[in-house]
């Protein structure tokens, strides 16, 4: 399998006047992090304290470990809107699974590890079947996606009966640090985010993976003539996608201990705006993780300001992030026709 292929496409560099353009283009997603900052700090003086940043940081990793993978997955041309349900169902299987093993294992650290390596087997098994109905059945990834996400939303509802599914409150105070725990003061669910995003970061620009899922959200035909195996990338795309899904909700389950139908409502949008922001093409063959991280901590940043301003209700974020989406993807083609 050839690993020369040459995959972003990223605008030539033809003139000084192009260059600035670029270089203004690709650290745009910088520059409005810098300036929501300053907005914010203008506008409210506790906005900038530690404990606030930390709290914006913390609330933004579940959103951002998901994003790491839609980054992934659209980069190789693909989409998944069924993250938010998947979280959901995973979380409530996982709580489900810990409370049956419990009586058994104890309210140990041994029955949380158990319902770790179930929450990511199952993230993996989700991301495998929505890989597999995409590549092996020729479905379309919203079309496919679309359905599951329908499908594990209505699992959780029907095995919540309409309600919540509770963890035990012993394993709820024994997992409870995986998400408000600190080392050298700093939570654990950003200590996670830096690690699988720098990890991320590598994968995508340093391995033969990395450029296949770039070669293929360029030109699927042409990679799979370059001796690619489309399907198998694609696949593995998904699955990582499914992993990171399962990472984030091992994080969000101990922080409210329960799962119900409305868990994870619109964190597709939420990730998916991320990775458009940061300047991930949204029709594939380009992406990059930082830049979605940096997308997560606007979308955060930009809830935070809204929340202590009372500007706009916080029944109409989803409005927000919408209207995001679609001016950076207005930007994304305005670039494009240059």
Known sequence: MSDTIAVPNKLPATSGRYRISDHLTSFGPLIALAALLLIGGLINESFLSSANISNVLTRSALIGIIAIGTTFVITAGGLDLSVGAMSALVAGLMIMFMNAVAPTLGTGWVTVLAGILFALLLGTMAGLVNGVLITRWRIEAFIVTLGTMGIFRSLLTY???????????????????????????IAYPIIALAILAIVGEFVLWRTRFGRHCAAIGSNAAVAKYSAINVSRVRIATYILQGLCVAVATLIYVPR?????????????LE??????IGGTVLSGGYGRIWGTIVGVLILGLIQNILNLTSWFSPHLNG????????????????????
């Open 319 to 338: 409005s927000i992030q919408g209207a995001i989406i679609i001016l950076a993807v207005l930007m994304q083609k305005g670039r494009a026709a240059r």
């Open 271 to 276: 990730a998916i705006a991320a990775v458009i």
């Open 256 to 268: 409210l201990g329960a799962a119900t139908p409305s868990t994870g409502v619109l964190w597709e």
């Open 159 to 185: 095995l919540s009966n309409g309600g919540a599914i509770s963890l035990e409150s012993g394993l709820r105070s024994t997992a409870r640090p995986i998400y408000y725990g600190t080392l050298f003061g």
